[in-house]
């Protein structure tokens, strides 16, 4: 079956008019479409939030679970059947705030899955605070006095820890985007894609013209495979914001270090209640 | 029951207590005796004050008991056990090493490191010695512990088996030399077949290999960290992953994402870990997804006391998460009985398509018990799972079909017929999200809970032990089984009628099973807690207020001598 735009189906969103997470979902959409996937062949994991909800608005298999627990669900799904394909996809304050840590331990077990950062450096869904990378001095009704902690660098952590994949993208770039989900998928391992989002509701600083101005793209002169100039790049952000794969690296995955099958996911292991009499023995 | 003697090894952690321990366990169980080993331990890795104590019977055993007839006194904190010494009892220790200064029992001092010396060996040996005069002081096959001596050393050399031979021959000797005023049965025979001996965490772990458990993920933690270990010794050949989690909340995540790809999945802790697990037990509750998992309990709260024994998470484990969705809890009563609960767990998961903990504790995970077997044959595993073929007929597949029994029908993502949609959120049949309040929700919260009618027909009667025409009655659930049925016994003996009412499965509670408090006379429930939480249960399902309750939360186990204590002072003071 040929994969195309259609068998994604279309759906009613819950997102606000004019929401980034069109921008995401359109370029999701057509690099599945590039990559040929069919919808049954994949799951996509979502944890809270506006982004979070994208995975009902297309045809997939969909574990949308807790807020930020997202990347420890799809790692399983991932172990128990490695024949699927895997993207997590869920905002700044699920993967950075709330889920942190599985996010480190994540990239340092480096299981083949794809996670989509919507990062519009705000708590939509609560309506406007203050999220892990919000800016300095970002003002909310929470933090009336302007953010005062120095705001995560996303791709900056992951390098640092190990990752083999890491990249930036905007959301008001289908086609790069589209790029970097495509690259994102095809990398054997954890994939972090960092997407650069605006919100139309609560984040008037970082809005689309904060980004269009600032973001340019990486040109084929960058050499991604040099980490010390990675970090570098990664760390860039002010009046120019540098989009493309800041990152990548051919460490093994987990699959090949832990000596998964390629062949036969676990799922289709035998059970064998027999076999434990084999073993009995050891005991006496 | 003709032979019943106790052996406790004393010493700080560090000295090899568990080592010796498990191999005079073994020599036992090899010889075909009946054992019953738990151990003691405080948190952590050197120093302190432990103790590892075997009992040995000719008839099965499953709890420990209070009188030590040889105490192995390693340091100076053993005088501590001389409480525990009847007149009979043989204290063992080498005055070269520990100040023991107690004259209760008979005293025999063995230069246990000059001995090893001596033997060839250097002083790390000289438990070796000490366990050489145990068996020299219950004359038992001697040849049974240099087998295990062998297997133990032999991967190191040659030299280290044979310095140990020697050494717990020479500990033979003179142990059974120097005592003419022994007392102690002698053990000279063996007593059948050899049995396995094996730990809680082993059964639990060998139970979810039998029901064909492919994924545990876990964060390390005692006394539960036994599961995890041992089905890691195991993945190659059964085929399971096995993944240390950075946290617990990642522990059953991963487990339920497992569990959503199609493997029967489990994780295990103890009680601060499982507080943890808590957003996701409700998570399972929501998604419908089955999972297995373990609770080890432990005193709390907080920390508690990390290595010893409780049973204070009863009621947290039924009530914990937000939101109302059904569970089943089981409380195995024994480490044989583990085995078949765990099988039991991972079928009624993926039945009901709900969460299934195991409430276990310290004196089961840690304990070895002999078991002549486990009858592998007969176990049933039912997955409940949509074939390819019965999904070709099902025309639009709804992961959350509302069905008169609350179950849904079950596909598996990948499956190219109908997509899998879970969702935490509340949801349609299909899996979206919704905020239908008018329809969906309130059906949805009725479909979900549903299934505890189901769930409550495979929760099985209470054990019944003792004269069944009894109008005293003890109820107790969990691992406290076996001494509160040695106490029954004792009482009973002492012409006390009574009888013990025993539940391994917890929750839901069926009513129906507590017939027997309307024509009892005498009832008063035992419990490893403070508060009463079984008894608060039975209150709360069937409206009988028992009050008459056996506590103890010191963090030991129960033993029965002194469940019969208890039981006499509750009923004389009526």
């Known amino acids: 079956m040929m994969v195309d735009l259609n068998s994604f189906g279309k759906f009613e969103t819950a997102w606000c008019p004019g929401c980034g997470d069109f921008g995401i979902l359109g370029a999701l959409k057509d690099a599945l479409v590039k990559l040929d996937l069919e919808p049954h062949k994949m799951v996509l994991v979502s944890g809270i939030g506006q982004a979070a909800k994208l995975p009902h608005y297309l045809y997939s298999n969909v574990f949308n679970g807790l807020h930020g627990r997202a990347i420890p669900a799809a790692t399983g799904i991932k172990m128990a059947n490695n024949k699927l394909t895997v993207l997590v996809t869920s905002g700044d304050g699920d993967i950075y705030g709330e889920g942190g840590n599985h996010l480190i331990h994540a990239i340092r077990r480096n299981i083949d899955i794809t996670v989509i950062v919507h990062n519009n450096q705000v708590y939509a869904l609560t309506l406007g605070q203050a999220s892990p990378t919000s800016d300095l001095g970002y003002v909310t009704r929470v933090q009336p006095r302007g953010v005062i902690d120095e705001p995560i660098h996303p791709l900056a952590m992951a390098i640092a820890l190990g990752a083999g994949f890491a990249a930036r993208s905007f959301a008001g770039d289908k086609e790069h985007l589209s790029l970097m989900i495509q690259e994102g998928v095809k990398y054997r391992g954890l994939a972090i894609i960092d997407v650069l989002q605006w919100c139309v509701t609560f984040n008037k600083k970082n809005n689309f013209a904060w980004y269009k101005k600032r973001v340019y793209k990486l040109g084929p002169e960058y050499d991604s495979s040099d980490k010390t100039k990675a970090l570098e790049k990664s760390l860039e952000w002010g009046d120019k914001i540098p989009l493309g794969i800041i990152y990548k690296n051919g460490r093994p995955s987990f699959e090949e270090a832990y000596g998964l099958p390629k062949d036969k996911a676990l799922v289709d292991e035998e059970i064998e209640p027999a076999k434990v009499n084999s073993i009995l023995k050891e005991f006496i | ?574």
């Open chain 2, 1 to 574: 029951m003709n032979v019943d003697i106790t052996i406790k090894i004393a010493g700080e952690a560090g000295q090899g207590l568990q080592t010796i321990g498990r191999l005079l366990a073994k020599a036992f169980s090899r010889g075909g005796w009946h054992v019953f080993a738990n151990q003691v331990l405080q948190s952590r890795i050197r120093g302190g004050h432990n103790w590892f104590q075997v009992r040995v019977s000719d008839i099965k055993i499953l709890a420990p008991a209070e009188v030590t007839d040889i105490l192995i006194a390693l340091d100076n904190e053993s005088v501590y056990h001389t409480r525990e010494l009847s007149e009979n009892s043989i204290t063992i220790f080498d005055s070269s090493l520990i100040k023991y200064n107690s004259e209760k029992g008979l005293i025999l001092d063995i230069p246990f490191e000059k001995t090893a010396k001596e033997s060839g060996g250097n002083k790390l040996i000289s438990n070796t010695v000490a366990l050489g005069a145990v068996l020299g002081l219950l004359e038992y096959d001697i040849n049974i512990l240099f087998g295990l001596l062998k297997e133990s050393f032999q991967e190191k050399d040659q030299g280290i088996v044979q310095a140990n031979i020697q050494a717990a021959q020479a500990g033979y000797n003179l142990a059974y030399q120097k005592i003419k005023a022994n007392k102690l049965p002698r053990l000279n025979r063996t007593n059948g077949h050899p049995r396995m001996l094996i730990n809680g965490s082993e059964t639990i772990a060998l139970g979810a290999l039998a029901a064909g458990c492919k994924f545990i993920s876990a964060y390390p933690m005692s006394p539960s960290t036994g599961i995890m270990t041992y089905l890691a010794s195991q993945a190659e050949e059964f085929k399971v992953l096995v993944e240390q989690s950075e946290d617990e909340i990642a522990s059953i995540n991963l487990a339920l994402g497992a569990s959503y790809a199609g493997v029967r999945a489990m994780t295990a802790t103890s009680g601060g870990g499982f507080a943890l697990m808590v957003e996701g037990l409700s998570l399972a509750g929501m998604t419908e997804t089955p999972i297995v998992i373990v609770d080890a309990q432990r005193p709390g709260p907080a920390t508690g006391l990390p290595t010893r024994t409780a049973q204070e998470d009863l009621e947290y484990v039924i009530y914990a998460g937000h939101g109302e969705s059904p569970r089943a809890v089981l409380a195995p009563l024994s480490i044989e009985d583990a085995f078949y609960l765990t099988v039991k767990a991972f079928n009624l998961a993926d039945k009901y398509q709900i969460p299934v903990i195991i409430l276990s504790d310290q004196l089961l995970a840690d304990s070895y018990l002999t078991v002549d077997s486990f009858d592998v044959e007969s176990l049933k595993i039912e997955r409940h799972i949509l074939s390819d073929e019965e999904l070709k007929n099902i025309k639009n597949y709804k992961r959350y079909q509302i069905t008169d029994s609350g179950i849904s029908p079950r596909a598996l993502p990948g499956n190219p017929y109908g997509l899998v949609v879970a969702d935490s959120d509340e949801h349609d049949e299909e899996g979206h999200i919704t905020e239908d309040v008018d329809y969906i929700r309130p059906e949805m919260v009725k479909k979900r809970n549903r299934k505890t009618a189901g769930l409550l027909k495979e929760m099985s009667a209470p054990i019944q032990y003792g004269p069944p025409e009894a109008k005293n009655i003890i109820i107790g659930w969990g691992s406290s089984y076996g001494a509160l049925k040695e106490a029954v016994d004792i009482l009973n003996s002492e012409k006390e009628k009574v009888s013990l009412a025993h539940f391994n499965q917890v929750w839901p509670l069926n009513k129906e099973y507590f017939d027997f408090l309307n024509t009892a006379e005498f009832v008063c429930v035992a419990e490893n807690n403070f508060r009463g939480q079984f008894a608060h249960l039975i209150a709360g399902e069937t409206g009988k207020v028992i009050k008459n309750r056996i506590n103890k939360f010191n963090g030991l186990p129960f033993s029965a001598a002194e469940i019969v204590r208890e039981y006499k002072r509750l009923k004389n003071s009526l």
